[in-house]
């Protein structure tokens, strides 16, 4: 299996842009799980789908923050518009239920100018 | 004060030592995860485990749960065990400590 596959893996943008970030889980895997890492407040859970669907976005910074489960195989985590403070490495992780072992992308850096 | 707390935030060791990273938590969970953040910036999961022991190779986990406390161990330490190791608590969701950077020299 190639693993949860991520894009890009590194993205420059300017303030204002819009920002797309992908993610292809493990074959198999019912929950997905975006998270955000950043020097100053470490790994942070922005939103996780359980079948594709939505269940606890508490994590989302604010409205400017979006993303979607159009399937099983796909994910989207979307910033519009983007600004510099959130700049960080977003990491997308699948499991096999809610309760199994984690396995994560290698990231998508994101810098913000 | 943080949910999961994890000491030391540093440490160094000479190649051949025994490590002991500790992780304590204050709230409920269901399960802990050990993972691995290599200087590189991918993340491996090493253990989950919701009591008692588990081994890998060279790598220990226990788990209390009666003292909220899980501990890493890593025997015969080698300069590629060179990571930051997380531990995160799975309440409703995971809740990450804030991780230990460990350097291991030859």
């Known amino acids: 299996d190639a693993g949860v596959i991520q894009s890009p893996r590194h993205e420059v943008t300017e303030m204002g842009q819009e920002v797309t970030l992908r993610c292809k889980p493990i074959s198999g895997h019912n929950s997905l799980f975006w998270y955000r890492q950043t020097m100053m407040r470490g790994l942070e859970l922005l939103i996780y789908?359980?079948?594709?669907?939505?269940?606890?976005d508490s994590g989302m910074p604010e409205d400017r923050f979006s993303a979607k489960m159009p399937n099983a195989s796909f994910s989207t985590l979307k910033i519009q518009p983007s600004e510099p403070r959130d700049s960080a490495v977003y990491f997308c992780a699948s499991t096999r239920s809610i309760i199994g072992e984690l396995f994560f992308g290698e990231g998508s850096r994101l810098t913000v100018l | 004060k943080n949910e999961v707390e994890q000491s030391p935030q540093n440490l160094t060791a000479q190649e051949g030592e025994f490590i002991t990273i500790n992780c304590s938590y204050s709230?409920?969970?269901?399960?802990l995860h050990w993972l691995q953040q290599h200087p590189g910036g991918g993340i491996v999961s090493l253990f989950m485990l919701s009591s008692g022991k588990k081994k890998h190779g060279r790598l220990i986990a226990t788990i209390n749960i009666q003292e909220k406390h899980s501990s890493l161990h890593i025997t015969a330490s080698h300069p590629r065990d060179s990571a930051v190791y997380i531990c995160?608590?799975?309440?409703?969701?995971?809740?990450f400590g804030t991780g230990t950077r460990l350097q291991v020299f030859p």
């Open positions: 789908f359980n079948n594709n669907v939505p269940i606890d």
């Open positions: 995160a608590g799975l309440t409703d969701k995971l809740i």
């Open positions: 709230v409920g969970i269901s399960a």
